[in-house]
């Protein structure tokens, strides 16, 4: 499956964003998807998860009751809704795909063998 991520941008701290990962495929429904992000200077985390039922979706504690992981698997989307954004999220955000992907191993990055091109979400202060 090959992962397009987009909907970044530059946005004030308190604002929303909505990402989508774009996904081409048959099979889409059957891969779990993660969103990770990068910081300047700091390592790839965990943002959210979701899995490839759609029944379940994982939340790193920083975007916990802020941000909302979703799919459409009619149209080969995941979305990633981020509200009460803070400067700290400011980074770079990639989608990645796991195959049958579900439980709390989607909260590392190795459980994903297919990524995407990042977006760039900036939050200013």
């Known amino acids: 499956v090959q992962l397009q991520a987009s909907g970044g941008g530059l946005v004030q701290a308190g604002g929303s964003l909505r990402l989508s990962c774009a996904a081409s495929g048959r099979t889409f429904s059957t891969y779990a998807v993660g969103w990770f992000r990068q910081a300047p200077g700091k390592e790839r985390e965990f943002v959210a998860a979701?899995?490839?039922?759609?029944?379940?979706?994982y939340y790193a504690d920083s975007v916990k009751g802020r941000f909302t992981i979703s799919r459409d698997n009619a149209k080969n989307m995941v979305y990633l809704q981020m509200n009460t954004l803070k400067p700290e999220d400011t980074a770079v955000y990639y989608c990645a795909a796991a195959l049958w992907g579900q439980g709390n191993g989607l909260r590392d990055a190795e459980s994903f063998g297919s990524w995407g091109q990042g977006t760039q979400v900036t939050v200013s202060s």
């Open positions: 979701i899995s490839w039922s759609g029944g379940s979706a």
